[in-house]
């Protein structure tokens, strides 16, 4: 299958500061990526779906101010968590479309905020 | 009532044994159904996708869909340990750039030896 790639795939951090988690499509171009949030023993949650060249769609309740979204090429989008806090300490999990309707997800972030 | 629903378990089969794991949906207009693996502290992984109605089958696993009864199940066949995971349910709605995947809860199936 295709594959998603994901890094950090582990970052540690001190409150108030800023995470970058970076996703790459590595032999396809993805129009369209989505960022996923896990807590342990929870189901996936969708937070946005990025599209290439304009500006991500948030899911209801996810600060869109927090969590910025930049999917500035057909193989790369960036999910930056602002001010991160201990309460935004999760598996973070990014996806992206292959073809038509098949997702793959990358390998997932696990950040953790002191 | 949910869009994608799933058992939530835990199943336990022992070893050799079939799983049978499965899945409703509420959109009939839904076309596209996919099984999802993962492991604890892993992200998921693609296993199964399946469009028409009726059985597909990859290796040890067997995908069934039923489109009238918005029902879509995953056999597993000749359980291993390595299938103990999270089987996560997903169902492609909406279209164009507003497509995205709706997942159930997941079923964590355990193989025993």
């Known amino acids: 299958g295709a594959v998603v790639s994901q890094h950090p795939s582990r970052v540690i951090c001190k409150s108030g500061t800023s995470v970058k988690i970076e996703c790459r499509s590595l032999?396809?171009?993805?129009?369209?990526m989505f960022w996923y949030r896990q807590f342990p023993k929870q189901s996936l949650m969708l937070m946005a779906t990025?599209?290439?060249?304009?500006?991500?769609?948030?899911e209801q309740g996810v600060e869109k101010d927090k969590f910025l979204i930049n999917h500035a090429s057909l193989t790369l989008s960036t999910l930056t968590v602002t001010s991160a806090h201990p309460e935004d300490s999760s598996f973070y999990i990014c996806?992206?479309?292959?073809?038509?309707?098949?997702?793959?997800f990358g390998p997932g972030t696990r950040l953790t905020v002191l | 009532q949910k869009e994608v629903e799933q058992n939530s378990g835990p199943l336990s089969v022992p070893e050799g044994a079939i799983a049978s794991l499965n899945c409703t949906y509420s959109?009939?207009?839904?076309?596209?159904f996919f099984w999802y693996r993962q492991y604890s502290g892993k992200s998921p992984e693609l296993i199964m996708s399946?469009?028409?109605?009726g059985d597909k089958e990859d290796g040890r696993f067997t995908a069934q869909l039923n489109k009238a009864s918005q029902y879509v199940s995953l056999l597993i066949r000749d359980s291993q340990p390595s299938d103990s995971a999270t089987y996560l349910c997903?169902?492609?709605?909406?279209?164009?750039?507003?497509?995205?995947?709706?997942f159930g809860s997941g079923t964590q199936l355990t193989v025993l030896p």
């Open positions: 990025s599209n290439e060249g304009s500006k991500a769609t948030y």
């Open positions: 399946i469009y028409s109605n």
């Open positions: 959109d009939r207009g839904s076309q596209s």
């Open positions: 996806s992206a479309f292959y073809g038509t309707d098949t997702q793959y």
């Open positions: 997903a169902v492609n709605i909406g279209s164009g750039s507003a497509r995205q995947l709706t």
């Open positions: 032999d396809f171009q993805a129009t369209t």
